[in-house]
Nanobody, 119 residues
């Protein structure tokens, strides 16, 4: 089992920055690829970014490319999402998730943290 706890959400204005953190506990953190997803009110949860086990490879949704940066610190068992130039359409609950190397889907999810961007 892997337990994930997100933090760092809040209410900001358009153009501001936030950094989300996701702290993991349980099994070996470095065995898991990590991802960030978000769910806006009335919409499905969608992919935002992911990072491989070493942190050397990342991927982003087109909507956040160039503004968001995902990173991880395996020693601290933490994955981060640096969000710059925030827009009102970034408003959502943000979730981190862990995927084992043998899994096609994400196996573990955090409880989410709310990000609200006002115009």
């Amino acid at each position: 089992q892997v337990q994930l706890v997100e933090s760092g959400g809040g209410l900001v204005q358009a153009g501001d920055s936030l950094r989300l953190s996701c702290a993991a506990s349980g099994r070996t953190f470095s065995n898991y690829a990590m991802g960030w997803f978000r769910q806006a009110p009335g919409k499905e949860r969608v992919f935002v970014a992911d990072v491989n086990r070493s942190g050397g490879s990342t991927a982003y949704a087109d909507s956040v490319k160039g503004r968001f940066t995902i990173s991880r610190d395996n020693a601290k068992k933490t994955v981060y999402l640096q969000m710059n130039s925030l827009k009102p359409e970034d408003t959502a609950v943000y979730y981190c998730a862990a995927r084992a190397v043998v899994s096609a889907a994400y196996d573990y999810w955090g409880q989410g943290t709310q990000v609200t961007v006002s115009s």
